[in-house]
C-alpha cells in the first residue's frame, strides 16, 4: 500500500506517541496553507520529507521481562522494564504512527551475551547443533527477525561464545551484522559486512539513501583474544569511518547513520594496551566529516540526546544511547528537504522512550515461550546443598565467604593444571565482586544461584606475576575506594567505585594477606602483604589464577596481560563452580572461607 504523505509538524509529534496515544491518534487535520508544499501529490513534487531511524543496544539476549538469577520478574530502584518484548511494542506503534516506510530499526549490538538464556543456546542446547545434530534457532535471531530490524553492529560480546556461534548467529538473522572495523587478520578485508544502504520511498520524488556504518569495540582484540587471535584484528573506529563514510557518500547517501558499539566519553578500560579508544563515538563525530547521527552502545547509560560538532565542517551531529537490556528506545527523527533533485538533512531530534507502561509484544510470547520456560526450568535444576546462607551484598568492602568459594574453586582448578615446575610456586588468585545481590541460600542450590554470582561466561588463566608486580595488581585495585581520612567515619554508600571503577573491574585477592589503607592516597595504599606469614618479597613469583578477561588486559590491570601463562582452559568459571558443588555435594563454608584482607584507616580496621 502506498505511504500516506505527512507533514513534518505532525510527524515530529507523532515521534512521541506510545500505548494509547497511539489508539486515539485519528484523522490528520488539514494542513495549513504555508505547509501545503510538504505534500506529495500526483501533480507536485514534496519539498520536504521525514522519516525515523529507531535504536536499540547492549540487548545482551534480554527478551522477555525476566530476571533468570532471580527467578522472577526484572525489578530495580528506578521502575524500569527489560527485554525486547517489550521496546516490540513501542517499535510497532511507531510504525503505525509515522507509517511503515519511513521507519527503520538498527541496533548497536552486544545481542547474544548477558543472560541464562544466552548461555543455554550457546552451550547447553547450542545453535552450531552438538553430536550430529541441527542445532536450534536463537531466541534474539527469532525476536529481531520478527521485530524487521534492518541491521545491527557487532558488540565484543558477540565473540564471547567463539566466531562459530557467531557466524551461526549470523546465519540465522535476516538483517546484516555490521563491522567495519572487524577485520581479516590474514587479508585485511572485512570478515563482515561494512555497511547497509536502505532506501525511504518518496512518492513523486527520488527516494532518500540512507548508509548505515556499522562499526564494533577494537576491545575485542584483548577482551576475546583466545577466540579471535590470528583470525580478526580491531582497527580504530575513527581509522576505519574515515575509510567508509566518504564511500557511502560517493554512493550518494543522502543520509549516513553510524551504529557503534562504542561509547561516547572517549575513555579506554584497558589504558595503553591497546593504540585504538574504547569508547571513540564522540571522536568519530568530531574528527570524521559527513556524518548525520550516531546510534551509540557499550556502556549501559542512557542518554537521550548528545550533539558533537565535528572540527572541519562545524556541522552538528546527533548521538544517542539508549540504555541496555532493552530498556529504552532511541528515536532519531530526521527532516530533509529536497535541493535541486538532492535530500539535504535539515534537522535531527532525537529522544528516548521508556517500554515499561507497555503489554509484551504479543507474537514474541508465541514465537518464544517455550524457549524461556526450557531456560527457566535449566536454571532452577538443583546442583547440591549449602550449609548456611551465603551472601554478597558486602563483598565490595568486606571479605566475604561467598566470594571465598569463587576464589577457591579458581585455585584448586589451576592447581590441578599445573606442570611440575609451576606446582612448586605459591598460588593465589583474584576475583571481583560481580554482583551484590547475589546470594546461595541456605539448603538446594541451583544453577540460577551459582549463576547469578558469577554472570559472565569467563575462561580461566594461571599467570605468573612477581612479588613486585602483585603489589602493582592489588595497588591498581584499590583505586576502587575513594579515599577517607582517619577522622572521617566510612560511609558504605559513598566509599567504593571512585575513578569511574565499577564493581566488575574491582580485584580482591585469596592466597595472600594484606590491608588496604584508604586513609592513604592512591598508590599507597597496601599495607602488611603477606603469603603464608611472611611478608611478600619484590622477586618473589606467583601462580595468580584470574580470568580470561583480566589476563587479556581488560579492565588495565598492570602486568598482567604480558604475564607468562602457566595454565589455560576453555571450561567456563561458572561451569567449574557449579561441578564443584555437584561433585561434593554440600557447599561449606568451612571447606574455604578465611579473612584475609581488610580495609583499614592509619592500620585501625573500618570494619
Known amino acids: 500500500m502506498p505511504v500516506h504523505p505527512m507533514n513534518r509538524r505532525e510527524f515530529m509529534h507523532k515521534s512521541a506517541v506510545t500505548g494509547a496515544a497511539v489508539a486515539a491518534a485519528g484523522a490528520v487535520a488539514a494542513a495549513a496553507p504555508a505547509e501545503a508544499a510538504d505534500q506529495a501529490t500526483p501533480q507536485h513534487t514534496p519539498r520536504t520529507w521525514s522519516f525515523s531511524i529507531l535504536g536499540t543496544t547492549d540487548l545482551h539476549s534480554h527478551v522477555f521481562d525476566w530476571d533468570y538469577y532471580t527467578d522472577a520478574a526484572y525489578k530495580d530502584s528506578k521502575g524500569n522494564s527489560v527485554g525486547v518484548a517489550r521496546?516490540?511494542?513501542?517499535?510497532?506503534?511507531?510504525?503505525?504512527?509515522?507509517?511503515?516506510d519511513r521507519v527503520l530499526l538498527v541496533d548497536a549490538?552486544?545481542?547474544?551475551?548477558?543472560?541464562?538464556?544466552?548461555?543455554?543456546?550457546?552451550?547447553?542446547?547450542?545453535?552450531?547443533?552438538?553430536?550430529?545434530k541441527k542445532g536450534p534457532k536463537h531466541p534474539m535471531a527469532v525476536a529481531m527477525n520478527h521485530m524487521r530490524y534492518d541491521a545491527a553492529a557487532l558488540g565484543n560480546h558477540e565473540f564471547n561464545y567463539?566466531?562459530?556461534?557467531?557466524?551461526k548467529f549470523e546465519s540465522q538473522c535476516r538483517f546484516p551484522l555490521l563491522g567495519a572495523n572487524a577485520l581479516d587478520a590474514k587479508t585485511l578485508r572485512p570478515a563482515f559486512q561494512p555497511y547497509a544502504i536502505k532506501r525511504i520511498c518518496v512518492p513523486g520524488a527520488p527516494d532518500i539513501k540512507?548508509?548505515?556504518?556499522?562499526?564494533?569495540?577494537?576491545?575485542?582484540?584483548?577482551?576475546?583474544?583466545?577466540n579471535v587471535s590470528g583470525r580478526m584484528v580491531f582497527p580504530g573506529l575513527v581509522e576505519q569511518a574515515k575509510k567508509y563514510v566518504p564511500r557511502l557518500r560517493a554512493l550518494g547517501c543522502d543520509v549516513v547513520f553510524l551504529t557503534d558499539h562504542s561509547g561516547l566519553d572517549g575513555s579506554s578500560s584497558y589504558g595503553d594496551e591497546l593504540p585504538y579508544v574504547e569508547n571513540a563515538s564522540n571522536l568519530v563525530a568530531e574528527q570524521v566529516p559527513g556524518i548525520d547521527a550516531i546510534l551509540v552502545g557499550h556502556t549501559h547509560v542512557e542518554v537521550s540526546s548528545y550533539t558533537v560538532k565535528n572540527e572541519q565542517t562545524g556541522k552538528d551531529v546527533v548521538l544517542s544511547e539508549p540504555y541496555c537490556w532493552g530498556m529504552r528506545l532511541t528515536v532519531f527523527d530526521f527532516d530533509l528537504e529536497l535541493v535541486r533533485g538532492q535530500w539535504k538533512v535539515r534537522e535531527i531530534q532525537a529522544q528516548?522512550?521508556?517500554?515499561?507502561?507497555?503489554?509484551?509484544?504479543?507474537q514474541i510470547t508465541k514465537l518464544l515461550q517455550a524457549d524461556h520456560e526450557l531456560v527457566v526450568k535449566y536454571v532452577n535444576t538443583p546442583v547440591g546443598t549449602c550449609t548456611q546462607d551465603l551472601s554478597a551484598a558486602e563483598s565490595c568492602w568486606k571479605?566475604?565467604?561467598?566470594?571465598?568459594?569463587?576464589?577457591?574453586?579458581?585455585?584448586?582448578?589451576?592447581?590441578?593444571?599445573?606442570?611440575?615446575?609451576?606446582?612448586?610456586?605459591?598460588?593465589?588468585?583474584?576475583?571481583?565482586?560481580?554482583?551484590?545481590?547475589?546470594?546461595?541460600?541456605?539448603?538446594?542450590?541451583?544453577?540460577?544461584?551459582?549463576a547469578g554470582l558469577y554472570i559472565y561466561d569467563n575462561t580461566l588463566y594461571g599467570k605468573k606475576l612477581t612479588g613486585a608486580q602483585l603489589r602493582?595488581?592489588?595497588?591498581?585495585?584499590?583505586?576502587?575506594?575513594?579515599?577517607?581520612?582517619?577522622?572521617?567515619?566510612?560511609?558504605?554508600?559513598?566509599?567504593?567505585?571512585?575513578n569511574n571503577f565499577w564493581d566488575y573491574m574491582y580485584d580482591t585477592a585469596a592466597g595472600v594477606s594484606y590491608d588496604i589503607d584508604i586513609a592513604q592516597p592512591e598508590g599507597s595504599r597496601i599495607k602488611n602483604l603477606t603469603y603464608a606469614g611472611q611478608a611478600v618479597t619484590d622477586d618473589q613469583v606467583f601462580v595468580v589464577a584470574v580470568n580470561n578477561y583480566r589476563a587479556n588486559g581488560g579492565s588495565g590491570y598492570p602486568h598482567i596481560a604480558s604475564a607468562d601463562i602457566a595454565y589455560s582452559s576453555t571450561n567456563e568459571?561458572?561451569?567449574?563452580m557449579i561441578d564443584y558443588v555437584t561433585g561434593k555435594g554440600t557447599l561449606d563454608p568451612a571447606d574455604f572461607a578465611a579473612t584475609n584482607w581488610r580495609l583499614t584507616q592509619a592500620g585501625t580496621a573500618v570494619f
Open 87 to 100: 521496546v516490540a511494542t513501542l517499535i510497532k506503534q511507531q510504525r503505525e504512527a509515522k507509517g511503515e
Open 109 to 132: 549490538g552486544d545481542i547474544i551475551q548477558g543472560t541464562s538464556l544466552a548461555y543455554y543456546y550457546a552451550r547447553v542446547d547450542p545453535i552450531t547443533g552438538a553430536d550430529g
Open 162 to 167: 567463539g566466531i562459530d556461534v557467531l557466524r
Open 210 to 226: 540512507v548508509g548505515i556504518l556499522g562499526l564494533t569495540n577494537p576491545g575485542i582484540a584483548l577482551w576475546d583474544k583466545d
Open 352 to 362: 528516548t522512550l521508556n517500554p515499561n507502561g507497555v503489554e509484551e509484544d504479543e
Open 399 to 450: 571479605d566475604v565467604p561467598i566470594m571465598d568459594f569463587i576464589h577457591e574453586v579458581q585455585m584448586k582448578t589451576v592447581s590441578a593444571g599445573l606442570s611440575a615446575s609451576d606446582a612448586a610456586l605459591p598460588l593465589i588468585s583474584v576475583a571481583a565482586p560481580f554482583s551484590r545481590t547475589a546470594d546461595i541460600p541456605a539448603g538446594d542450590v541451583t544453577i540460577r544461584d551459582i
Open 472 to 498: 602493582d595488581y592489588l595497588e591498581y585495585a584499590a583505586k576502587y575506594y575513594h579515599q577517607v581520612p582517619t577522622a572521617m567515619k566510612v560511609d558504605t554508600s559513598t566509599l567504593t567505585n571512585a
Open 573 to 576: 568459571i561458572r561451569q567449574l
